[in-house]
Each structure stands twice: as C-alpha cells, then as structure tokens.
C-alpha cells in the first residue's frame, strides 16, 4: 500500500538535526513512519535519518525503495533494506494506536515535547515512546534537565551525597528536572529523592515502555508515571526486555537530555561511567563525587577527576551555581548555627546531627581550630571528627585546608 508523503523539503545543512527536524508538523502517517524506522535503526539511527534527510520525509522512505535503494551502502543495503516494508508501516501504525489506548505516546523527532538538547547530538533516537500524566511539552520545556547517575551498588557515602545533591536542587531558586535510568542504586535513589522533595524527574528505560525494569523499582516507575512534570521515556518498542547491549542506547538518551551529568559513584567501568563520558563527547557538564582511592565504586569517580573529564564536587552551593540554578535557600539564612541545623534536620540520625551542629559551632567560634585540636576539645577520636568535618567541608559550611585547620564559611 503507498501512503501519501509530503512535500519534499531542500535541506540547507548537512545532517543537522536541530535544523533539519525543529519544529516539524507531523501527521499521523509521518509518525507511523518514524516509528517504523525507529524500530529498523534503532542501533544506528544515524542511518535512519540521513534517509529521512535525503527523500524528505519518513513516509518517503517507505514510497520510494528505489530511491532508498541508491541512497544506501551495500551493507546497510543488505541489512536494512529488505526491513522497510508496508508491513513494517502498518505494525508501526497498529502500534501508535495501541500506545494511545493505554496512555502512552510515541514522538518522532521534531515533534513538540522531543527534547530539544537530544537533537543536538549527532546520534538522536528517531522517537520516543513516553507515558506520563503531562504533556510532553510541559516535561522538557522551560526547565533545565540535570542527570543524576552512577553504580547499582551504592554506599551509604554515596546514597547520603545522592540525598544532599538532590534535595539541594529542590531548594535552589530554579528548580531543574531530575533525569535517570531507574536502575537500582544511584538511579532508583535519585527518582525517590526528587520525587519526595517536590522535583520532577524523568526515567529512561532500557526496556518497552510497558515493562518497568527491575520488578523492585516498580512502585517509583508507577509514581512517575502518575506524578504531573514526570514521565518515563524510552526508545525501545513495547515488548522489548532487559538485555546488556540496551542499556548502552538508554544512558546515550540520559546523556543526551540533559545540560549537566552528576556521577555520584561508580567503579571503572559501568554504566555512570560510559554516560558521563558520553555527556562529555556531547560538550555537557560533568560532576563527579569524590571518594577514597581505595573504594572500588569511587574509583570511575577519581578517575574522571584526574582526568579532567568531571568536575569535583565539593561546596553544593557552589554547584548549584555552577549547574545555573542559582543560590539555595540555606545560602539566603543569615545565622551560621541556624543554617546547619536547617540543613541536616531530617537528614541525619539524631544523635550524629547533634554532634555536626556542635562540631560546626565549635568551629565557627575557634576560626583556624585544628582537627587535632578538635579532638582534644570534644574529646572524640580522631575518625569521627573527620568524617563529621568533611560533611560540612562538602556541603559547603567549612574549609579545611592542608594542615587540616578548619574555617566556617558561613
């Protein structure tokens, strides 16, 4: 069956998504055709595209297999070609229906609500299958997207910082999207954080948008899912399980979206990792949390550090301001001993926030105090008061400088 294609547009860029696919109108027969050639080239939809580029249209591709034909290589002529059929159309069609019957949605490249940052990279899924309360639109317009990512075996060090960055970002003057891939660890942490902080925050799956993966994540994904501002998203077609080789084109997407990557922790090889350096072959920021040198799950951290890939991160003040949301609302109190109880109610045992407030007192009235000298005053052990002295130095409330003396900034 020939399916009426649109008018053929004179591409003024060389394979510029941005330019070629921004702001498009596209008709249910075009998103069908996307979505086909989503399910064709989905590992390599540069190819997709460049199809869409040279005939002008998805539904063109489907017209003229000709011209299709002579646009491709051998090899990929011989691997994809004899996929784009009318009945790789139909399916497709069949399948934008069903998506709507359960409240989902597909949306082709261009389309209004596809994330304007993942068009910029070289290599953007053809369309996303997305499900949420909200537009799209109304999810990844106006706001910036921030990713938080890193090891399934996280530490209570690392679910702690995950904690503190997250909830800084609720209260800083711009609130951002809270961006990640639902795993366990860093990802399922960073969604309930947001969530339980009033952020919106985005899951990238690397399954079908009908299968929340892993089973013990189900109740977040189900949350986001209900949550006005959230949504899960994923290039996968419905039906589509968990295997290793998806997960690389998912942190691609998670990469792609967002203006900043936060790797919390990681070993030297993993999925925080390949995003963060994705993040970075995309020009995007990253930030990564440093740990001890001889934690396994800190070691991609450090190492991202060192080679100057990441940013440390240290002051979250700091970046908040450096991530463009502006100062916290911690920052605008006035009293050093207010702020630091405002800032830990809640987040520590009671008994180890009782002992950060007096540390922090004790430091602000004694500027230059040494650690040693700490010791001896509060009579703690040595490990207590720098563990409870590099909280503060991380979170921005004191310095503590080579010879281990400690100034409060506040």
Sequence with gaps: MKWRSPARKNWTYEYDCLTMFGNMEVTFEERAALCALNRIFGFEPKIGLRLVE???????????????????????????APLITGSAFESAAMELEWLEREGGAFLGIGEEGYPALLMECDDPPIGLYYKGVSRPRDVFEGIPQIAV??????????????????????KSRIKPLI??????????????????????????????????????????????????????VTDYPPGTAAVRLNFLRRNRIIAGICRATILVESKIRG??????????????????????????????????????????????????????LGQTDLNLKSDFKAQVESYYRG?????????????????????????????????????????????????????????QHCCAKK
């Design 54 to 80: 040279t005939l002008g249209s998805a539904v063109a591709v489907f017209n003229e297999p000709g011209e299709v034909a002579g646009t491709l290589g051998v090899c990929s002529r011989l691997k994809y």
């Design 149 to 170: 990512v890193g090891t399934r075996g996280l530490t209570c060090y690392g679910k702690d910082w995950c904690h503190r960055i997250v909830e800084s970002m609720s």
């Design 271 to 324: 999925g925080g990792m390949m995003t963060a350096r994705l993040a970075a072959s995309y020009g995007r920021d990253v930030y990564a949390l440093p740990g001890r040198i001889d934690d396994p799950v800190s070691q991609g951290c450090n190492l991202l550090i060192r080679e100057n890939v990441a940013e440390q991160i240290g002051d979250l003040g700091e970046l908040m301001a450096k991530l463009g």
């Design 347 to 403: 987040q520590l045992p009671d008994d180890e926030y009782e002992d950060v407030v007096k540390l922090a007192s004790l430091i602000k009235s004694r500027r230059g105090v040494s650690i040693d000298e700490l010791c001896q005053k509060l009579k703690w052990t040595y490990s207590r008061v720098t563990r409870l002295a590099t909280i503060l130095e991380c979170d921005g409330f004191i310095t503590v400088d080579l010879l």
């Design 179 to 232: 961006v990640s891939g639902l795993a366990l660890g860093v990802d399922v942490a960073a969604h309930r954080t947001a969530l339980d902080c009033g952020l919106p925050t985005v899951a990238v799956m690397a399954t079908g948008i009908d299968d929340l993966y892993p089973f013990r994540n189900k109740d977040v994904g189900e949350r986001i899912a209900s949550t006005p501002g959230c949504a899960l």
